[in-house]
């Protein structure tokens, strides 16, 4: 229904909807985050850089603004920052050059961040492909683990003392 013509001046409809999207999105299962709320906030955000009515811009971009900045904490693949994320946070960061100057420059940082995230993503190496140091270190790590539950009996008390740190 959002893509329905008829919903499209509704403003407060849209502006409970960013709401709603900006409170479920960080606690929401990443593939309807991922395929229902980023594009949706993502076409919110560039229907509003149309929005002739400054008021109106003003206010659905502070309601953008905060869905974006709760979903910014969430871990956004590469693929969807640049299709979907980033692209809605340059289309709020336009209303805000005009409407918000001051919100703007947090955008900027935003934005910034996000497009670092990016880079360093894909300069990184790919994973999976852990080295042999780490791989090594990490059954190491696995063996002593089991062999110390191995030795444990029912009783609580020991299982308290496998946690504690070696004097």
Not at 16 to 23: D, L, S
Not at 70 to 94: D, K, Q, T, V, W
Not at 125 to 142: N, R
């Amino acid at each position: 229904f959002l893509e329905d013509p008829q919903y499209q001046d509704q403003h407060s409809l849209q502006t409970e909807i960013i709401k709603t999207f900006g409170r479920v999105g960080p606690n929401a299962e990443p593939r309807f985050r991922d395929e229902f709320v980023l594009p949706h906030l993502h076409k919110l955000a560039m229907v509003n850089n149309q929005q002739s009515a400054d008021s109106k811009r003003l206010d659905i971009a502070t309601h953008l603004f905060e869905a974006y900045s709760a979903l910014s904490c969430c871990f956004i693949s590469e693929e969807l920052m640049i299709s979907h994320f980033l692209p809605g946070l340059r289309c709020l960061r336009n209303d805000m050059e005009a409407l918000s100057p001051e919100h703007e420059v947090i955008l900027n940082s935003m934005i910034k961040e996000c497009e670092q995230k990016v880079e360093n993503r894909s300069v990184q190496e790919p994973q999976g492909s852990m080295s042999i140091a780490a791989s090594l270190v990490s059954e190491d790590t696995k063996t002593k683990f089991l062999n110390k539950m191995g030795q444990l009996t029912t009783s609580g008390a020991m299982l308290a003392n496998v946690f504690q740190r070696k004097k």
